[in-house]
């Protein structure tokens, strides 16, 4: 039984799965913190998708994947900027409409040059067949991200709490909210190689809305989403082993199941904790 | 729960600098969609001095707010705040921003120390970790406002007046000798509009300057020295009893101020002929005694409060 359960310790590839997952997984979730605050969270979505047609652009031309992304992710980024002071859609309408075009040319482009990328693997993601140049770019998006982060988390706070606030004390909130944006796209393309297009999501969405309602603390808020993103990453690909499923439904299925265990049990912030806190309310004292 | 609220116990090493100005010339600013929000605005304000800043809605209050913090260019003109450029002043934490209520997100999940700590950011380094200073000037900051035993709440789960406090006593922890208060009294009890205005004097005396947006009239008259009334540019800047009156409200607020009249016949069954006037936009109004267009406002008297 034991040595059943160390086997997928023993292959080279499920290892690069599992430490990749976790990284990958971890610094989503550390930009899911901030994400879920300021109730951009379908940015995420929407980076996500519009990255596709770089990464299938990439892949036919075969220069880096990343850099196909970041193109499409600027191009996103421009388009719903354009789109939004130019007319007098709202914010959701801008980001459903650009989003969903630049998803489609993706998987036109995908379909029409078929390439040795599949458009299943963009779509849903294939850790366990990851090449190792691709480990590489992951690794190295991944570890600057959280570099950046972590010098910077403080800054960021403060410029999504209180923008104003955050101006007049000197900070460059400009810069600030581009650096964010650009390691959101820059993570979402690697986290579409382990979860696809369709999940990341998830990665940028539900750890920090899992911690969220664990602590009332930003700095806590942000170790508990990176464990919980981290940890669902690891164990996640660990487990699509064994089931033979897609990776990114496990690890997104795992998270899914922490969430709504917080969201039931957390204790203040749960469903259970706010019955109590009524019926105490409604005793007569 | 530690008990020790009182209000003068820590102010030591919370209110230092003094000497604080600000200097307002020909100030024009036009965002980049062609509205021209201020045009040649003037205005010079001194060391120990509140100073309200009172016009209707879209009379340029923010945009000039936003002019001192240097989020806007000027088309034309200069701020000098303390005898330096606004960039320069920014830098060196000279200005405090009280923000209004409405633009803060209550459901962050910080508490009452973390956004005190944030008015000691600007003093930190790039990495922002809290030296031992920083920590006692932000419970020094927070026993001044009275709130010391609220430290470990997370701010959503604070009353109105209390949420007032907090940012204030980032204000104070910022240790900036220009505080600017976006709106302070509105959603706040009594009670707490009086300790609000009880610790703006201390400050006062302490040469902090404070400019004040307000839509609360009635308290203007209080304990700000100084108004200045605009509409898209400077009506009238100076002290409250010359420029406080009800012909330059009439001026700055157009139609949209509400009026009621009653004159001396309607009080009172003699020959006086005093009447009085009530002036509101909508939050605590202004009350005029008296006969004359021109004449000012006594400063009324609150409850529980010295007169000065």
Same mark, same amino acid.
């Given at each position: ?20 997952s976790a990284l990958v997984g971890g610094v989503c ?175 940028? !969405? ?22 919980l993103g981290a940890g669902t990453s690891f164990v ?50 | ?9 820590? %102010? ?8 604080? %100005? ?31 800043? !009172? ?92 709130? %010391? ?135 605590r109004p202004l009350v005029i005694y008296g006969d ?17």
């Open positions: 039984m034991m040595a059943e359960l160390l086997v997928p310790f023993g292959y080279d590839y499920m290892l690069k799965a599992m430490w990749v979730a550390f930009l899911s913190a901030y994400l879920v605050m300021k109730g951009w969270s379908l940015m995420g979505d929407a980076l996500a998708h519009s990255v596709v047609p770089g990464v299938a652009g990439a892949y036919i031309l075969g220069v880096p994947f990343a850099v196909g992304a970041f193109f499409s992710g600027i191009l996103a980024s421009l388009g719903m900027a354009f789109v939004r002071q130019h007319s007098r859609l709202r914010e959701d309408a801008v980001i459903g409409i650009v989003f969903t075009s630049l998803f489609a040319l993706g998987l036109l482009m995908a379909s029409i040059w078929p390439t040795s990328v599949s458009v299943q693997n963009i779509v849903l993601g294939n850790i366990l067949a990851i090449s190792d140049e691709d480990v590489v770019q992951v690794a190295i998006i991944s570890a600057v991200s959280l570099g950046l982060l972590l010098l910077k988390w403080k800054d960021l706070m403060i410029t999504f709490f209180d923008e104003a606030y955050a101006r007049s004390i000197g900070l460059n909130t400009v810069m600030l909210k581009a650096l964010f944006f650009t390691l959101l796209s820059a993570c979402t393309v690697a986290a579409l190689q382990t979860v696809g297009a369709c999940l990341v999501i998830a990665m940028v !969405v539900t750890p920090g809305a899992t911690a969220y309602l664990l602590t009332d603390r930003f700095g806590r808020l942000i170790v508990i989403s990176i464990m996640g690909a660990y487990l699509s082993y064994f089931i033979d499923g897609a990776t990114g439904g496990v690890i997104v299925s795992l998270q899914t199941l922490l969430f709504l265990a917080a969201f039931v049990f957390a204790p203040k912030h749960g469903i259970l904790a706010g019955r109590r806190r009524a019926a105490m309310a409604g005793a007569p004292v | 729960m530690n008990m020790i609220a009182g209000p003068a116990s820590a %102010s030591a090493g919370v209110i230092g600098q003094a000497g604080a %100005s600000i200097s307002v010339r020909g100030l024009t600013v036009t965002y980049n969609t062609g509205l021209r929000a201020v045009h040649d605005a003037s205005f010079e304000l001194d060391p120990g001095t509140i100073c309200a800043l !009172v016009g209707v809605n879209g009379s340029g209050k923010s945009t000039i707010f936003k002019a001192i913090m240097g989020f806007v260019t000027p088309a034309a003109g200069e701020i000098r705040l303390s005898g330096r450029p606004v960039a320069e002043a920014v830098r060196r934490n000279v200005v405090a921003y009280v923000p209004q209520s409405e633009d803060i997100d209550w459901n962050f999940p910080v508490l009452v120390d973390d956004v005190v700590m944030m008015g000691r950011y600007g003093h930190m380094n790039f990495l922002r970790i809290p030296s031992r200073a920083d920590v006692y000037k932000v419970h020094a900051a927070l026993e001044r406002v009275g709130m %010391s035993e609220y430290r470990k709440r997370q701010i959503g789960e604070l009353s109105g007046g209390q949420k007032k406090r907090v940012f204030l006593a980032r204000a104070l922890a910022q240790e900036g000798s220009i505080i600017l208060l976006d709106e302070p009294f509105t959603g706040v009890d009594v009670k707490t509009e009086t300790a609000i205005i009880s610790l703006l004097r201390e400050l006062r005396s302490a040469g902090h300057l404070m400019l004040i947006s307000t839509h609360n009239l009635g308290s203007v008259p209080d304990f700000c020295d100084q108004v200045v009334l605009l509409n898209r540019t400077v009506l009238a800047a100076g002290p409250t009893a010359e420029v406080f009156t009800q012909a330059n409200l009439e001026r700055a607020f157009g139609g949209v101020l509400r009026q009621f009249n009653l004159g001396g016949a309607a009080l009172h069954d003699d020959e006086d002929p005093r009447g009085l006037t009530v002036l509101t936009d909508d939050e004359r267009k021109g004449q000012s406002a006594p400063p009324a008297k609150r409850p529980g409060e010295p007169t000065s």
